[in-house]
């Protein structure tokens, strides 16, 4: 059984900074690209970034871009998410997600499994 697990949301204050982790079991981690996305109320899931299976190569989208940082390590099954200089506007919940394949992109439908989300407010 796949299980993605996600990690590390709250309330932080615009300019803050956090570290969501997304915890992988039931793949082989390594060979999946890894992505997050978000949704925050009232519109539609969005891309945030991605990165390949051995974490050499990242992709953002232009809002984050800059300020957030994907990484991860394949002996711990884990993917992180670094978010600094947070804006009100990147309030979310958070969702990490594995595509089986060496590259992700910014299609969620390129994916195949999905956590639960974990929520992120930024606001003082």
């Known amino acids: 059984q796949v299980q993605l697990v996600e990690s590390g949301g709250g309330l932080v204050q615009p300019g803050g900074s956090l570290r969501l982790s997304c915890a992988a079991s039931?793949?082989?981690?390594?060979?999946?690209?890894m992505g997050w996305f978000r949704q925050a109320p009232g519109k539609e899931r969005e891309f945030v970034g991605t990165i390949n299976w051995s974490g050499s190569t990242t992709y953002y989208s232009d809002s984050v871009k800059g300020r957030f940082t994907i990484s991860r390590d394949n002996a711990k099954n884990t993917v992180y998410l670094r978010m600094n200089s947070l804006k009100p506007e990147d309030t979310a919940v958070y969702y990490c997600a594995a595509a089986s394949t060496s590259n992700g992109g910014s299609s969620q439908w390129q994916y195949n499994y999905w956590g639960q989300g974990t929520q992120v407010t930024v606001s003082s």
């Open positions: 039931g793949i082989i981690f390594s060979r999946y690209a």
